[in-house]
């Protein structure tokens, strides 16, 4: 088992900037990729970004490619996405997931709020 608990979140206006964290708990980290969601109202979750087990590689989605940036650091089991010029568009609950195998996001935090005024 994995826990998970998302932290950051938070109101800022648009082209300002946020920092999420998750921390971790439960099974080996280091043996899990990390990815971030979200979920916008009405809408259904997204993926937003992935980092790989030892942070080798990450991925992107299209529309936060450029601005949002990923990382981890597995001493401290923790991931941590950085959103840079912020838009009204990127309003969502953020959710921190972990993934034991390629794709397969098992484990879920609660989410955080994260609110882009225009």
């Known amino acids: 088992q994995v826990q998970l608990a998302e932290s950051g979140g938070g109101l800022v206006q648009a082209g300002g900037s946020l920092s999420l964290s998750c921390a971790a708990s439960?099974?080996?980290?280091?043996?899990?990729?990390m990815g971030w969601f979200r979920q916008a109202p009405g809408k259904e979750r997204e993926f937003v970004a992935s980092?790989?087990?030892?942070?080798?590689?990450?991925l992107y989605a299209p529309s936060v490619k450029g601005r949002f940036s990923i990382s981890r650091d597995n001493d401290k089991n923790m991931v941590y996405l950085q959103m840079n010029s912020l838009k009204p568009e990127d309003t969502a609950v953020y959710y921190c997931?972990?993934?034991?195998?390629?794709?397969?996001?098992?484990?879920w935090g609660q989410g955080t709020q994260v609110t882009v005024s225009s």
């Open positions: 439960g099974r080996s980290f280091s043996m899990l990729a």
């Open positions: 980092i790989t087990s030892l942070g080798g590689a990450s």
């Open positions: 997931a972990a993934a034991p195998a390629v794709r397969r996001w098992d484990y």
